[in-house]
């Protein structure tokens, strides 16, 4: 069975602009979720997706946002790029929920520059 | 209240050494605790996990133990390797906490 899949792995940004970032779940998980990960702050949730739904939502502001298709595939947008977006968005999939077992992606890199 | 706290920050073990990484929590809704290990460039990979109802699991030459009473729990690695040299990641959720919240990680380097 193949792993998460997300695209692109690396990604230069300049400030102000925006980005769309992929994650391809593993085959017949349906519950999406996205982190974000930085040295200072480490692994921090962001959003979780099932059944074409955001079902929950981390504390970052409204630039951040996800959606997911019918086949499960989803894409997370950050709007008006800052510095401080940099950082590894990692994507996991697991069957219904988070607490399922859960298997992260490799991860996007984002450099803002 | 969301928080998971987890030490050490580094930590450096002969190869053979037992490294013990602590994770401690506020939440007593948090029912599932799962421990993640990171290489660098690659995504965290679920090692093992753990629900309140037992004291401790093993899986191969991992174990973690946990303390209801005193909201803790540690991850030991017996016989460690060097191939063991990686980020290591608690984690908690439940109760209306739909996420998993993640401590800060432990960098582990076993020196051979």
């Known amino acids: 069975k193949a792993g998460v899949t997300q695209t692109p792995r690396y990604l230069i940004k300049t400030r102000g602009q925006q980005v769309t970032l992929s994650c391809s779940p593993i085959s017949g998980h349906r519950s999406v979720s996205w982190y974000q990960q930085t040295p200072g702050q480490g692994l921090q949730f962001l959003f979780e997706?099932?059944?074409?739904?955001?079902?929950n939502k981390g504390n970052f502001p409204g630039r951040f946002s996800g959606r997911q298709f019918s086949n499960s595939r989803s894409e997370m947008n950050v709007s008006t790029l800052e510095l401080g977006d940099s950082a590894l968005y990692l994507c996991?999939?697991?069957?219904?929920?988070?607490?399922?077992?859960?298997?992260f992606g490799p991860g996007t890199r984002l450099t803002v520059l | 209240q969301q928080q998971v706290k987890q030490s050490p920050q580094s930590l450096i073990v002969q190869k053979g050494g037992i490294p013990i990484i602590n994770c401690a929590y506020e939440n007593t809704a948090f029912d599932y605790f799962p421990w993640y290990q990171q290489f660098p460039g690659k995504g965290p990979a679920l090692l093992i996990a753990i629900r309140p109802d037992v004291s401790e699991k093993k899986e191969g030459r991992f174990t973690i133990s946990f303390n209801k009473s005193a909201k803790q729990f540690s991850l030991h690695i017996m016989d460690s390797q060097p191939g063991d040299s990686a980020t290591y990641f608690c984690?908690?959720?439940?109760?209306?906490?739909?996420?998993?919240?993640f401590g800060k990680g432990t960098k582990l380097s076993v020196k051979p």
């Open positions: 997706y099932f059944s074409e739904t955001q079902r």
């Open positions: 996991a999939s697991s069957l219904v929920r988070v607490g399922d077992t859960q298997y």
């Open positions: 984690a908690a959720m439940g109760g209306s906490q739909g996420n998993l919240i």
